[in-house]
């Protein structure tokens, strides 16, 4: 299962477009790229998801470079209830990859007014 | 539509002492799984279960066993609890097992071994 780096913290400002890089060197060919928000005494939501290129949706933006190395979450306009955990995950469909689901620790965004 | 419940929110058990966490799910997901959360740490997979009647271990599957006892319900035993096991527990569900599903989660377990 390929690793992934986040940093462990963020700061920002109400308003400001935020964008959380996240590192997955050694990336298979069949993984998907997977973002979860994490509020405090909540379980993870699901943000986005993509395999190559960009993908948007209606709360973030997925940028995924042409050698899959690595992934930016953005997140426009951020708000003060955006604060929370955001985790970075990376897999391949079930064929012996479930085992290994781990979110690691995440990055901290912290909004501030 | 409730999504996936737990009970109960909050235990506080003795060492030795044993319970069961219950999670249920309306969603007619095939995939379920337990998860378990420390202070400051991300979320670690203690068992899950592919589809109805199949289980399998995660991460850290000692000193749990579970019970997938219909497509519905999936629940997580601790046999004989230990300080250890002090943490906040997470169900969650999907369509399918694997990275590329989305993973619906329960509000946890916040539980307490004394």
């Known amino acids: 299962l390929a690793k992934t780096t986040q940093p462990i913290s963020m700061d920002s400002y109400e308003g400001q477009e935020v964008n959380i890089t996240c590192s997955h060197n050694n990336i298979a060919t069949n993984d998907y790229i997977t973002w979860y928000q994490q509020f405090p005494s909540q379980g993870p939501r699901f943000i986005i998801q993509?395999?190559?290129t960009k993908v948007t949706n209606e709360v973030a933006s997925l940028f995924i470079p042409a050698d899959r190395k690595s992934s930016t979450l953005s997140l426009p306009r951020v708000s003060l209830s955006d604060t929370a955990v955001y985790y970075c995950l990376v897999g391949a469909p079930y064929g012996g990859a479930t085992n290994k689901l781990i979110f690691g620790t995440g990055t901290l965004l912290a909004v501030q007014p | 539509n409730a999504g996936v419940t737990q009970t109960p929110k909050f235990q506080v058990l003795k060492t030795g002492q044993s319970m069961t966490l219950q999670c249920a799910q309306d969603m007619n997901h095939n995939s379920m799984y337990w998860y378990r959360q420390d202070p400051g740490m991300g979320l670690r997979l203690i068992y899950y279960?592919?589809?109805?009647?199949?289980?399998d271990k995660g991460e850290v599957p000692n000193g749990y066993n579970v019970s997938r006892l219909n497509k519905r319900e999936f629940s997580l035993r601790l046999e004989s609890a230990a300080p250890s096991q002090t943490s906040v527990y997470f169900c969650?569900?999907?369509?399918?097992?694997?990275?590329?599903?989305?993973?619906?989660f329960g509000p946890g377990t916040r539980l307490t071994v004394t």
């Open positions: 969650a569900s999907s369509t399918l097992p694997g990275h590329n599903y989305e993973q619906y």
């Open positions: 279960s592919a589809s109805e009647g199949t289980t």
């Open positions: 993509g395999y190559k």
